[in-house]
């Protein structure tokens, strides 16, 4: 139910990339704990939508607060560490920024540099 509610609100508000990270966050979470193989192409739709967000929005910390979250989870639950080095570069990005340098940016830059390889 909740992504037909999530895809009529995107189809109405097309460009509402709150919407969309709602939508890759139940997408992520309906798929996290299955098969690899059978969640693979939902957990990367999922990173996918995030990484367009994080593109296309203003709000960079909130899109790449949990894309980092998955992108751990990712590498730590499946060995996929695909997604590390985007997250640890989009983190280095928002500290180089005044406006955006906080403690959770550093906090999730100390994190991702563990896997960051």
């Known amino acids: 139910e909740a992504f037909?509610?999530?895809?009529?609100a995107i189809n109405l508000l097309p460009n509402n990339f709150s919407i969309k990270n709602s939508r890759a966050i139940v997408l992520f979470e309906a798929?996290?704990?299955k098969?690899?193989?059978?969640?693979e192409p939902y957990l990367k739709e999922a990173m996918d939508i995030l990484s367009n967000c994080y593109h296309y929005d203003k709000r960079k910390e909130y899109h790449l607060d949990k894309y980092q979250e998955f992108a751990i989870f990712l590498k730590t639950k499946y060995g996929n560490g695909?997604?590390?080095?985007?997250?640890?570069?989009?983190?280095?990005?928002?500290y180089k920024n005044e406006n955006t340098r906080n403690n959770r940016v550093i906090q999730w830059l100390n994190?991702?540099?563990k896997y960051n390889a």
């Not at 037909?4 to 009529?8: G, P, T």
């Not at 098969?35 to 969640?39: G, I, T, V």
Request: no cysteine; proline share 0%; aromatic share 14%.
């Open 4 to 8: 037909a509610d999530i895809n009529k």
């Open 31 to 33: 798929n996290k704990d």
């Open 35 to 39: 098969n690899y193989s059978e969640a």
């Open 82 to 94: 695909s997604y590390i080095s985007s997250a640890y570069e989009w983190a280095q990005e928002l």
């Open 111 to 113: 994190n991702l540099k």
